[in-house]
């Protein structure tokens, strides 16, 4: 019984991992589209511009590292 319960505490902790995640990756791109509003990054990079793929990949890892320090048990 103490390994389900384990395996339980260890899904919810996925759970609440990828929950917020996909809420930190959402904020902080809404955030980067704030700070450039001239700028329309999606059609940029949906027109091939290989600079602002990677200025965004940067904003989504960086996001990355910092909600996954902050939810690391």
Do not use: C, H, Q
């Amino acid at each position: 019984m103490e390994i389900a319960t384990a395996y339980l505490i260890t899904f919810g902790w996925a759970i609440v991992g990828s929950a917020s995640m996909g809420a930190g990756l959402f904020i902080s791109l809404y955030i980067f589209n704030l700070l450039n509003k001239g700028v329309d990054e999606w059609a940029l990079i949906r027109e091939g511009s290989v600079p602002m793929a990677i200025v965004l990949a940067a904003v989504v890892i960086a996001s990355g590292i910092v909600v996954g320090s902050a939810i690391r048990p």
